[in-house]
């Protein structure tokens, strides 16, 4: 079974700063170079710890003198005794509000099982830069999200119902997207074991692969560092969580866009061998009000195609800046494909050359429209190709089939923000 651990978690302190939005920070997926330069010029705001720049062991120094500096100056604070947090989120939706709820807490690390289970494959470079993160700084930063499957929706109503008394208002912030985030402690032990027991008898899906993995790898190190003094119940065996509910109305599974450095053909033949193949239409625009209308009607055809069960593709080509391209493979989807995959087999590979699509020298990633626009307007990529995402419950029937997406294929809405509660292996406490 999952083992669900209290820790006594480490925040800003709000006494000293009242804008804790202004502090926290969205993962290390969705910090580019332009974001943390604005973030960072608050010297006390989160990315400061998780960002880490250079090579070589200097790489995290920073991350770490801005921890303990923090620490130091109370800028952080830790809780005196381990407990578990509820993150209560205001997400509005189409114009309709509503609460997400997340349960913050450790988890026990285990190889990949029946309780625990994995959706996405990993790459390694990206996972050694994490593992070296929590070596270097002794912290966990950044929870690993994790899903479970409850159709009745019995997980919001334990995080949300009969709570005076038991919780305690700890911090307040935004998101990036301007979703309020509240996070409470749970103080009543009775209240604390019933959580427990809840996500104990549930399956765990890991949505950040790589976090998980590095935090393992991390484990497996240690252990083998304390030789015989070994008891599995070292700081070393837990990692931080963020708990959701698959199932719970205001989650949504927003696809990653891929992006494409350079060709290894000319575009116009590229173009020739789709068409060839596949159907191939064209939005055009003339000026910046009909461009945005192309690319309101871009992503609704192809929401319109994922929800018929079809598989299509929009794309932007340098080369041809005035014009959204729709790729229709006039094919379904497959009980156990993704579109990532297919783009990557399919297209990728045959067409352009690019056979190994986690080279971060030949893709990269865009996690909205806006952005993959944007990536190839600033001749940074030469291309773009907005996928759709996969329906939650397909995603965790192929984890249950122990079939692997491509790396980094969904991302999660609202986003978990970093900073918000953190895990250090040296100061928090651990409930055992």
């Known amino acids: 079974m999952a083992v669900i651990v ?13 804008k804790i939005s202004e502090l926290v920070c969205p993962s290390t997926d969705f910090l580019d170079e332009e ?42 604070v830790v809780d005196k005794t381990p407990s578990l947090y509820i993150d209560e989120q205001n997400v509005t939706l189409n114009g309709v509000e509503y609460k997400r709820y997340g349960l913050i807490s ?7 099982d029946g309780n625990i289970k994995k959706q996405e494959r990993t790459i390694e470079k990206f996972r050694d830069d994490k593992y070296n993160l929590i070596k270097e700084t002794q912290f966990n930063l950044e929870p690993v999200a994790c899903l479970i499957k409850d159709s009745s929706n019995s997980m919001g109503s334990l995080l949300s119902s009969n709570r005076d008394g038991k919780v305690t208002l700890l911090t307040r912030f935004s998101d990036i997207d301007g979703n309020l985030n509240t996070i409470y402690r749970i103080d009543e032990p009775g209240y604390r074991d019933e959580i427990i027991k809840y996500f104990s008898e ?11 993995e590095a935090a393992l790898k991390y484990k497996k190190e240690a252990a083998i560092a304390f030789k015989d003094k070994y008891t599995g119940k070292e700081p070393c065996n837990f990692v931080l ?28 033949e590229f173009l020739k061998n789709l068409s060839q193949k596949y159907k191939l239409s064209a939005i055009p625009f003339t000026d910046p009000n009909t461009e945005k209308q192309a690319e309101k009607k871009l992503r609704m055809i192809l929401s319109d195609s994922f929800v018929r069960g079809n598989i299509s593709y929009g794309i932007f080509l340098k080369a041809l800046p005035d014009k959204h391209l729709i790729l229709n493979m006039n094919m379904p989807f497959k009980e156990d494909v993704a579109d990532s995959e297919i783009l990557e087999s399919v297209i990728l590979a ?15 990633y865009a996690y909205t429209d806006p952005e993959a626009f944007k990536a190839v ?34 991302s999660l809405y609202p986003k978990i923000m970093s900073g918000g509660v953190t895990f250090s292996y040296r100061y928090s406490k651990i409930g055992l």
């Not at 450790?106 to 990949?112: A, V």
Request: proline share 4%.
């Open 6 to 18: 209290p820790f006594s978690g480490i925040y800003y302190n709000p006494e000293k700063s009242n």
């Open 35 to 76: 974001r943390v330069l604005k973030l960072s010029e608050n010297g006390n705001n989160f990315c400061n710890a998780i960002y880490s720049q250079g090579d070589g062991a200097g790489k995290y120094k920073n991350s770490i003198h801005k921890l303990y500096g923090w620490l130091l100056r109370d800028i952080l």
């Open 106 to 112: 450790l988890l026990k690390i285990e190889d990949y």
């Open 202 to 212: 549930k399956t765990l899906y890991i949505i950040d692969d790589y976090r998980y």
């Open 241 to 268: 969580v963020n708990l959701f509910n698959a199932y719970d109305k205001a989650m949504r599974f927003y696809p990653v866009n891929r992006l494409v450095k350079s060709f290894k053909i000319k575009p116009a």
């Open 350 to 364: 045959p067409l352009l050359g690019i056979n190994d699509a986690n080279n971060d020298s030949e893709v990269g």
């Open 377 to 410: 307007k600033s001749g940074q990529y030469e291309a773009a190709f907005l996928t759709n995402g996969i329906d939650a419950l397909k995603l965790l029937e192929l984890a249950d089939k122990g079939k692997w997406m491509p790396y980094n294929s969904i």
